[in-house]
């Protein structure tokens, strides 16, 4: 890999975790059903996916591009006991083709939101669900909106749309 891809990926893509509350927060955003799948683009160490896995019993894919992330992600769905149900690809997610996907998850650092915006109204169907933390889409109205207050200056958002 050319280090000015390296250096992008490290600048587009930080590794900021969503906590527990915020997550926790999403998942009651929405239902899921036994035949549709749960998707976390940029899933860091696999906590989102693990936390839907258990709620819903659903099949929960991760995308993730840092290689030291998927191998935690993949030992932290191991020890949950969730392979069965989870699987962490190791890939940009602006080369996931989202069209297959039923509910999106996404902690999105600002600089991608136009084109993370751009990708979903292109690639997603009618009906699917996507739940971001702490940004807004553009183009597009959140159907539910949450503020999850933990004690500290920041307050999180998770806003819920439906394509």
Same mark, same amino acid.
């Given at each position: ?35 549709? =799948?749960?998707? +976390? !683009?940029?899933?860091? *160490?696999? @906590?989102? /996916? ?38 962490? =690809?190791?890939? +940009? !997610?602006?080369?996931? *083709?989202? @069209?297959? /996907? ?62």
């Amino acid at each position: 890999m050319h280090e000015s891809a390296i250096i992008r990926r490290l600048v587009e893509f930080p590794y900021l975790p969503s906590p527990t509350s915020v997550i926790h927060a999403a998942l009651n955003m929405v239902e899921v059903e036994s035949n549709e =799948v749960f998707a +976390d !683009l940029g899933c860091g *160490d696999g @906590s989102v /996916l693990i936390e839907a896995a258990k709620k819903f019993e659903v099949f929960c894919v991760g995308f993730e591009v840092d290689p030291a992330l998927v191998r935690l992600a993949h030992k932290k769905v191991e020890n949950a006991k969730l392979k069965h149900l989870i699987d962490i =690809v190791r890939s +940009d !997610l602006f080369t996931v *083709d989202l @069209s297959r /996907l039923d509910v999106i998850y996404v902690y999105p650092f600002p600089p991608i939101i136009p084109k993370l915006s751009e990708k979903i109204i292109c690639e997603c169907r009618k009906g699917t669900r996507i739940l971001v933390h702490d940004q807004n889409l553009k183009g597009l109205q959140p159907t539910k909106s949450v503020q999850i207050f933990e004690g500290s200056i920041h307050i999180h958002s998770v806003q819920l749309y439906v394509l």
